[in-house]
């Protein structure tokens, strides 16, 4: 038979070692950026305040231009070929 005192011994040892888990899995997220803190290479803005002229950074098309993670922007097609995410 397992003694209360035992029992709660247990207990919180699987409560410190949750926890611990969780902090090592929320370090890991923060390491990438965030989208909302993506910028406008050209004017350090956030997409919705960029008033930059849009191009493709690869082809300079003009069309279905957005603002990828890596702060520079892209078509759609450049996108879909080079499989760049969009920061939303
Ligand atoms: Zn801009
Ligand atoms: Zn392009």
Known sequence: MIGKDKR?????????????GERSYTGTMSAK???SRILCAQCEQPEKSCSCDKFCALCQSELGI??????????????????????D
């Open 8 to 20: 709660g011994t247990i207990l919180r040892y699987l409560r410190d070692v949750s926890v611990e």
């Open 33 to 35: 950026p965030s989208p």
């Open 66 to 87: 957005r603002l990828c993670t890596d702060g520079l922007m892209y078509c759609e097609a450049c996108r879909e070929a080079c499989d760049y995410k969009t920061v």
